[in-house]
């Protein structure tokens, strides 16, 4: 499979390849070039005029990082709750695109214009722009996605199985890897702290990072007493229960 890179600022080098470029070359994608970070900062800090687009590259590339930790450091874990290097190869390319596309839905001026997004009937609370980016990835994305060749030779993988990344009530598979993308320290909140501050000129956020959790993260089976490197759901390598979680306890 032909690979490419892309130079960025913050992370150096990321490495795509042929699949994920042509899903970056969406329009769908292609739209988060023009959606600003951090809206109206720039009036502000008038460097901070960086895009959702580089964001989402950044955030594969620490996802990817993190999950290759994980996979590592936790192998044993991971046999016991039934993956193969098969499974684990579809997993880290379905972690890929979940980061990839995780702000596909933002409306212009990001978090910014959230207040003014329509209400859900179903919740009566407004939409947010996971579910945007959920639809946008099923309508828009879905050919690229589904029947691209190297798809179809490697994972198998359909649009539901990002739908699950995206929305509050996953897959019990999608479970296991979501704090990846979306928890109180996952690859997001890794490249915003780090882009945010790089292109406001700010001292803020260089505490490690990816760096930092890559050689700390791991996996472990989950359990209901706190855990102190989890979110209270997550154990030791010692508890037992039927499901796992990525945490930063040390295996």
Not at 49 to 68: N, Q
């Given at each position: 499979?032909?690979?490419?890179?892309?130079?960025?600022?913050?992370?150096?080098?990321?490495?795509?390849?042929?699949?994920?470029?042509?899903?970056?070359?969406?329009?769908?994608?292609?739209?988060?070039?023009?959606?600003?970070?951090?809206?109206?900062?720039?009036?502000?800090?008038?460097?901070?005029?960086?895009?959702?687009?580089?964001?989402?590259?950044?955030?594969?590339?620490?996802?990817?990082?993190?999950?290759?930790?994980?996979?590592?450091?936790?192998?044993?874990?991971l046999?016991?709750?039934?993956?193969?290097?098969?499974?684990?190869?579809?997993?880290?390319?379905?972690?890929?695109?979940?980061?990839?596309?995780?702000?596909?839905?933002?409306?212009?001026f990001?978090?910014?214009?959230?207040?003014?997004?329509?209400?859900?009937?179903?919740?009566?609370?407004?939409?947010?722009?996971?579910?945007?980016?959920?639809?946008?990835?099923a309508?828009?994305?879905?050919?690229?996605?589904e029947?691209?060749?190297?798809?179809?030779?490697?994972?198998?993988?359909?649009?539901?199985?990002?739908?699950?990344?995206?929305?509050?009530?996953p897959?019990?598979?999608?479970?296991?890897?979501?704090?990846?993308?979306?928890?109180?320290?996952?690859?997001?909140?890794?490249?915003?702290?780090?882009?945010?501050?790089?292109?406001?000129?700010?001292?803020?956020?260089?505490?490690?990072?990816?760096?930092?959790?890559?050689?700390?993260i791991?996996?472990?089976?989950?359990?209901?007493?706190?855990?102190?490197?989890?979110?209270?759901?997550?154990?030791?390598?010692?508890?037992?229960?039927?499901?796992?979680?990525?945490?930063?306890?040390?295996?």
């Amino acid at each position: 499979m032909r690979k490419y890179e892309i130079r960025d600022p913050v992370h150096g080098f990321i490495e795509i390849d042929e699949w994920e470029r042509d899903i970056i070359n969406q329009p769908a994608f292609q739209r988060l070039r023009r959606i600003k970070q951090l809206a109206w900062t720039d009036m502000v800090y008038p460097g901070a005029t960086h895009s959702r687009f580089e964001h989402s590259l950044g955030v594969m590339h620490v996802a990817t990082r993190l999950f290759d930790a994980i996979r590592g450091r936790s192998a044993d874990v991971l046999r016991q709750i039934g993956y193969n290097t098969g499974g684990l190869d579809r997993q880290r390319q379905l972690i890929r695109l979940a980061a990839l596309l995780h702000d596909l839905g933002h409306a212009p001026f990001s978090h910014a214009a959230e207040d003014i997004l329509p209400i859900d009937p179903a919740s009566g609370r407004r939409f947010v722009h996971e579910q945007y980016s959920a639809v946008i990835a099923a309508h828009a994305l879905a050919d690229v996605i589904e029947q691209h060749p190297v798809n179809h030779k490697n994972f198998g993988l359909r649009v539901e199985h990002l739908r699950d990344f995206f929305l509050e009530t996953p897959t019990s598979e999608a479970l296991v890897w979501r704090d990846l993308i979306s928890s109180q320290m996952d690859a997001d909140r890794m490249d915003y702290m780090l882009r945010d501050s790089y292109h406001a000129g700010v001292a803020y956020g260089h505490t490690g990072g990816a760096s930092k959790a890559a050689t700390t993260i791991g996996c472990c089976v989950r359990h209901r007493r706190s855990c102190p490197g989890g979110r209270g759901t997550v154990g030791g390598p010692d508890a037992t229960s039927e499901r796992a979680g990525s945490c930063g306890c040390p295996t």
